[in-house]
């Protein structure tokens, strides 16, 4: 059900997007979804995430996402991210590869649990004031992430 407009090659024109949701995306839309809790202590009026909490769980190309989360700067999206099994890194690595090129890429040492598993990898994607960022190990989840961030917010989501 969730689409990536990466993979389906209509980034350029439309933007970048995820399930339905993209970036500048009113907040409203959020806490009308029955699907999306945007309660507890994130919800404040310069800040609030907002989670998938039911229905069928979303996938990206065919990988099952573990979670969906919605990051909004005062009134709009400012990222969306979503997180799935490290296993199925490489393959959606290599659709993005195959659409945008390789973008930037940057690998290192694994993160805590994983670090006999598989070397963690960063690739980034640029379009214009906003990033696709892919990660094999996010913080320490255990699961690989994708986030499509105004480069603006970008460090702030990464660095929580």
């Not at 990051?71 to 979503?82: N, P, Q, T």
């Not at 214009?128 to 989840?141: A, K, N």
Request: glycine share 10%.
């Amino acid at each position: 059900m969730a689409l990536l407009c990466v993979l389906a090659g209509v980034c350029r024109a439309q933007g970048l997007e995820l399930d339905g949701h993209r970036l500048g995306e009113r907040l409203d839309n959020a806490l009308n979804d029955p699907r999306y809790d945007c309660g507890g202590v994130s919800a404040c009026f310069l800040y609030t995430m907002c989670v998938l909490k039911e229905g069928p769980p979303p996938s990206l190309a065919g990988v099952p996402l573990a979670s969906l989360k919605l990051h909004f700067a005062g009134e709009g999206l400012s990222a969306i991210e979503a997180q799935f099994a490290p296993d199925r890194f490489d393959r959606l690595t290599e659709m993005l590869i195959d659409k945008y090129g390789l973008g930037q890429a940057t690998t290192g040492s694994a993160l805590s649990r994983a670090q006999d598993t598989a070397p963690n990898a960063v690739y980034l994607w640029h379009d214009g004031p906003r990033v696709l960022r892919l990660e094999r190990w996010f913080r320490d989840t255990g699961r690989s992430s994708l986030i499509i961030a105004d480069r603006s917010f970008l460090s702030e989501l990464v660095e929580r």
